[in-house]
Nanobody
Framework: QVHLAESGGGSVQSGESLRLSCVVSGNPYTDYILGWFRQAPGKPREGVATPDSDGDIGYANSVKGRFTISRNKASNTLYLQMNSLRPEDTAMYYC?????????????????????????WGQGTQVTVTS
């Protein structure tokens, strides 16, 4: 069982930055995918950023050039650096893990569609951006 704990959310103004963290515990498979997803009220889950097991990284078009995903393997922590935040970035942000092998772009779509019932998801951290 993999446990994921997100932190770092908050309320900021448009243009500001936040860094989200996700601490991973348990026994993730060696060949796994660990990424960031979000869901705004009344909207479907969306893949934000995820590397695949080969190291390729996929980003949602809406965050390319503003968000950066990174991982510290020594501390089992996944990060999401979010710069130039916009009101439309307001959402609950989740990290999620799957042992299924797929490309990064596939993971963005498939894991967002499947949600917590199929893969391991954290409880989320709220990000609110005001104009």
């Amino acid at each position: 069982q993999v446990h994921l704990a997100e932190s770092g959310g908050g309320s900021v103004q448009s243009g500001e930055s936040l860094r989200l963290s996700c601490v991973v515990s348990g026994n993730p498979y060696t060949d796994y995918i660990l990424g960031w997803f979000r869901q705004a009220p009344g909207k479907p889950r969306e893949g934000v950023a995820t590397p695949d097991s080969d190291g390729d990284i996929g980003y949602a078009n809406s965050v390319k050039g503003r968000f950066t995903i990174s991982r510290n393997k020594a501390s089992n922590t996944l990060y999401l650096q979010m710069n130039s935040l916009r009101p439309e970035d307001t959402a609950m942000y989740y990290c999620a893990h799957t042992a299924q092998r797929m490309t990064a772009d596939q993971a963005l779509r498939v894991m967002a569609l499947r949600g917590p019932g199929h893969d391991d998801w954290g409880q989320g951290t709220q990000v609110t951006v005001t104009s």
